[in-house]
């Protein structure tokens, strides 16, 4: 992975400089919806649970299915709308569940067919969507179809991957993230050519050019909407189409077409809209469903061709330019020094909104399964501002015009565990960055230290429900380790305060639904040069609210040129609001003026 994320992660930074415009500062006109213009999904606020960590009903230390079917009462709790589960399909599990190896049964230590059943079904019963997760860049090299595609030349299903055969001497390079040689091809004696993974050599990536893939894939899709899902979050999926000549790309080409990323390359593929119109035809269009492309690769500049209506594809898209700012090109995963650029965190932010003002559909998360905790991240997990920091974070989230993509955990203020040595990580990209650096006689405290802050594995850590051992996770012993501040982050305890970030997160999300100005209203963005706080209007219909978050932990002063003495306070992280010149550390405020 590492040669790959690194590479990935330059690339953002440098992406954002080629495609970045400045923040709207068009004249407001206030939104407005009709019921043409509004949609289910744009108006769900996701929830994603990653099973593996949620809940563990059986005692085995992994969370499973009925763990969650045992929580489905605290899920509706929230007032989330759609539960997006990462994978839970049969799988050797080489990256939890992103190698599959039998798209159409459920991983051992989930559960059974029948489990998923009655998930979906008390879902349902409580208005509740489903959204599955679809790997199908890449299968696992245990699949039944990999399996007979190694096996000879002449094999059926040979070209349901992409082989390089040796006597046309070495491929030209392709990154494979998770590999510490940093290759995405891997050699196979057995026929004596290499095989092309984008990811780990476990992780072999599908030939899509192939139409039998893709049929085999839409029909798999249909299986899984036929049980009654409500759509699907695709996983890399802008990377499936390839250039099956792969030619040499140089560095002067990669550069100069690419912003020199090896993602918008691979995001680039020559028939990649085809086979997303395919898909739409073939499946999507066929039932009333929501579909989410991890959009690794997708910059402003080629978002529309996702997710315009008038494009037959997908609805939304999350882009990495926010979760990769301020990662420094050429290190791991490093944060630059000082924390988060408040005005680059905004510009982001407002350009990525603009870009969707006419057309198409945004989102928004700052945490999930392969995030640190966002309050580390992007708050202040000191003891003393993790809560306030966190409740800040959240208010954003759910006062900007996207589909929000809220992460299991970051209710309660969940924040990094900040493990001390190698052996406490599990994720594959970790342990290959690790092993990496040492070859490279690099230095493994420095990339310790980074991880902390970066890996993974601080957003996979167990849920906490309660003070009880393992935190209520799981009765066994957890397939990771607990954080141990479960004794006074968790559940049961944040029940019970008014306070809490688990009850601000409730009353946000109601706010949201109460007020479609939340959902569809202009977003404008105000004190444009202020470096401590974020500050911007919604307006829709006749209604404005104004939005004001301070990112520091220190007063913050706020000129948003409007008159908000007069406005009706909606929301404060501090139970009431002081003054809205002057904001709290952390605070955050909503008025409706
Ligand atoms: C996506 C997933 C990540 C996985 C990778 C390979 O980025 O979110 O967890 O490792 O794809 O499938």
């Given at each position: 992975m590492s040669q790959m994320r690194r590479l990935l992660l330059a690339a953002a930074i440098i992406s954002s400089a080629i495609f970045s415009c400045q923040p709207n500062s068009k004249p407001v006109i206030a939104a407005s919806v009709d019921s043409t213009n509004r949609k289910w999904w744009k108006e769900a606020v996701v929830y994603q649970i990653y099973p593996r960590s949620?809940?563990?009903?059986?005692?085995?230390?992994i969370g499973d299915l009925k763990g969650i079917i045992s929580r489905l009462d605290y899920i509706k709790s929230l007032g989330v709308d759609v539960i997006w589960l990462n994978p839970i399909y049969a799988s050797p599990n080489a990256d939890n569940g992103y190698d599959i190896s039998d798209y159409e049964n459920i991983m051992k230590e989930f559960g059974t067919m029948q489990d998923f059943d009655s998930l979906l079904h008390g879902l349902h019963q409580r208005n509740i969507k489903l959204v599955m997760d679809l790997v199908v860049n890449h299968s696992s090299n245990e699949h039944k179809w990999f399996l007979q595609s190694r096996?000879?030349?002449?094999?059926?299903?040979?070209?349901y991957y992409h082989w390089w055969n040796a006597e046309r001497g070495k491929p030209a390079f392709r990154p494979g993230s998770f590999e510490v040689d940093g290759s995405g091809w891997r050699y196979d004696s057995l026929t004596n050519a290499y095989y092309l993974h984008y990811f780990s050599y476990k992780q072999p990536d599908l030939n899509w050019e192939n139409p039998k893939v893709r049929q085999e894939i839409f029909r798999m899709m249909r299986f899984w909407f036929d049980k009654g899902i409500d759509g699907f979050r695709m996983d890399?999926?802008?990377?499936?189409?390839?250039?099956?000549?792969f030619p040499v790309i140089t560095q002067k080409e990669l550069d100069e077409k690419?912003?020199?990323?090896w993602d918008h390359y691979m995001a680039s593929g020559p028939h990649l809209h085809d086979y997303l119109k395919e898909m739409n035809t073939e499946v999507?269009?066929?039932?009333n469903c929501m579909s989410v492309a991890e959009g690794a690769g997708v910059t402003t500049a080629t978002a529309h061709d996702f997710v315009d209506e008038d494009r037959h594809e997908l609805n939304m898209l999350y882009h990495f330019e926010g979760v990769s700012l301020g990662f420094v090109p050429g290190k791991f995963k490093e944060i630059e020094p000082g924390g988060i650029k408040l005005i680059a965190f905004r510009n982001l932010y407002s350009k990525w909104d603009s870009i969707f003002e006419e057309r198409g559909w945004g989102t928004i998360y700052l945490g999930n399964h392969d995030q640190p905790r966002m309050v580390t991240r992007w708050g202040n997990d000191s003891p003393e501002w993790r809560e306030l920091s966190s409740k800040m974070l959240t208010t954003f989230l759910l006062t900007m015009r996207a589909t929000p993509y809220y992460y299991a955990g970051d209710e309660l203020g969940m924040n990094n565990i900040k493990f001390n040595s190698i052996e406490e990580y599990k994720d594959i990209e970790s342990i290959g960055m690790y092993q990496q650096i040492k070859n490279n006689g690099g230095d493994l405290r420095e990339f310790l230290n980074d991880q902390k802050i970066t890996a993974r594995d601080n957003g996979r850590t167990p849920f906490q429900w309660d003070n009880s051992n393992n935190a209520g996770f799981t009765?066994?012993?957890?397939w990771i380790k607990v954080n141990p501040n479960y004794k006074t982050v968790n559940v049961a305890g944040e029940e019970k305060d008014s306070m809490s970030c688990l009850n601000y997160f409730r009353k946000l999300i109601k706010l949201r639904k109460e007020n479609l100005v939340f959902v569809y209203g202009k977003y404008q963005l105000l004190d444009k040069d202020n470096p401590n706080v974020y500050a911007y209007t919604r307006e829709m219909d006749g209604k404005k609210v104004i939005v004001l978050l301070n990112f520091t932990s220190k007063p913050a002063s706020v000129n948003a040129g409007i008159n908000i003495d007069n406005g009706r306070l909606l929301m404060d992280n501090y139970g009431k609001a002081s003054s809205a010149s002057t904001l709290r550390p952390y605070e955050a405020a909503v008025y409706q003026l």
């Open positions: 949620f809940k563990d009903f059986d005692g085995d230390g096996n000879s030349r002449t094999n059926p299903y040979r070209d890399v999926i802008p990377f499936i189409a390839k250039d099956t000549t690419y912003g020199g990323a999507l269009s066929k039932y009765a066994g012993t957890p």
